[in-house]
C-alpha cells in the first residue's frame, strides 16, 4: 500500500508490479505519480513531460532555423558561381 502525496489516498500497488522510475495515476485525484522507492513502495508528484516536450521543441526550432540558414548560403554560393 502506498499513498498519494497529493491527497494522501492509500493506492494498492504491488512492489512486484512496479519498478522504480514507473509512473502511475492517483485513482482518487488524478496526479500522475512515480515510483521513487521500492520497499517500502513511496510515490511522489512525476516530473511534468510537456515542459521537457516544449523546450525539446524549442531546441529543435533552433536547429532547423540554423539548418535554413544554412541551406540559403549554400544556394547564395551556388548563384555567386553561375554568374560569373
Do not use: Y
Not at 500500500?1 to 514507473?22: L, N
Amino acid at each position: 500500500m502506498a499513498t498519494c502525496p497529493e491527497c494522501d489516498a492509500e493506492i494498492e500497488v504491488d512492489e512486484f508490479d512496479v519498478d522504480k522510475g514507473d509512473q502511475l495515476s492517483c485513482p482518487e485525484c488524478g496526479s500522475n505519480l512515480e515510483v521513487v522507492t521500492l520497499s517500502p513502495i513511496e510515490l511522489d508528484i512525476a516530473p511534468d513531460d510537456d515542459e521537457d516536450e516544449e523546450e525539446d521543441d524549442d531546441d529543435l526550432d533552433d536547429e532547423d532555423a540554423d539548418a535554413d540558414e544554412d541551406e540559403e548560403d549554400d544556394e547564395d554560393e551556388e548563384d555567386e558561381g553561375w554568374e560569373e
